[in-house]
């Protein structure tokens, strides 16, 4: 699938659409990706800032669907973990990058290349417009050569 079908398609998924979450740019070599959160009335908390939930759903899938085009079909890509520090509170519309690079990987068909499993951690910052740091998401990806 082309990465505009992809990013076109995660805007309209339902989860996405309601919680305000736009995919922005999914590159067509499948190695970047930037999302957007806007600040509306279903996805704000009690106070008024952004839902913690709303804020770790815009960083969920993007590694894993990065490294699954990339990987090839020879190769299990899961979600693993994740993990989420609220730095402030997100107002306005907030920003997350999704970066990975062919050291990246070359080193998960390295770690794999045995048949062993192998675990990444990928940090994803949750930025606002001023640039300030929002939450910082810590992502980690399973990878597994198939048999």
């Given amino acids: ?86 730095l402030r509170p997100g107002r306005g519309t907030v920003t997350a990058e999704f970066r990975i690079s062919e050291q990246d990987i070359e080193r998960a068909r390295r770690e794999t290349a045995d048949g062993q499993r192998f675990l990444v951690d990928h940090d994803v910052a949750i930025r606002a417009r001023d640039g300030e740091l929002v939450a910082r998401v810590r992502r980690t990806v399973y990878f597994k050569q198939k048999p």
């Fill in 1 to 86: 699938m082309k990465a505009s079908t992809l990013r076109r398609l995660m805007n309209i998924w339902p989860p996405y659409l309601a919680a305000g979450i736009r995919v922005r740019e999914i590159s067509a070599d499948y190695r970047y990706a930037r999302v957007d959160l806007r600040l509306g009335l279903l996805n704000r908390n009690y106070v008024g800032v952004h839902f913690g939930g709303s804020l770790f759903a815009m960083a969920d899938p993007f590694y894993m669907l990065l490294y699954l085009k990339n990987m090839g079909p020879d190769y299990v890509v899961w979600d693993r973990a994740g993990q989420i520090e609220f």
